[in-house]
């Protein structure tokens, strides 16, 4: 199999409750902040129990392929989402929160 970038319309705040973000040994989960969780058979937080469908990594921005091949050999079943859109998006979000107040 091949890994393509396919982009899709989904909504940011449904891939925020569910991301997990990882480097190459351990995933970071966002909302509790615990740090160094174990990536194998990963599905939900070990800390505060979020359900993770999504990942991203810093490391794999720029389109470095070698992580999201290893994270994606890791855990199939999570969609890899790309670093840059969802920091653009997530900053984006928070620039209209701000206004929307
Ligand atoms: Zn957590």
């Keep these: 199999m091949e890994l393509i970038r396919v982009w899709s319309e989904l909504d ?3 891939i925020k409750e569910h991301i997990v973000m990882a480097d190459d040994k351990f ?3 966002p ?3 615990k740090i160094g969780i174990d990536l194998k058979d990963l599905k939900k937080c070990p800390s505060c129990g979020r359900e993770f469908k999504y990942i991203t ?3 794999a921005s720029g389109g470095k392929i070698d992580i999201v091949a290893r994270l994606k050999k890791k855990l ?3 969609a890899f989402v790309d670093y ?3 920091e ?3 900053g984006k979000r928070k620039a209209e929160d701000l206004f929307s107040v």
């Design 27 to 29: 995933g970071h989960c």
């Design 31 to 33: 909302n509790c902040k």
């Design 88 to 90: 653009r998006l997530t």
């Design 12 to 14: 940011i705040a449904e």
């Design 57 to 59: 990594s810093k490391e």
């Design 76 to 78: 199939p079943d999570l």
């Design 84 to 86: 840059s859109d969802y």
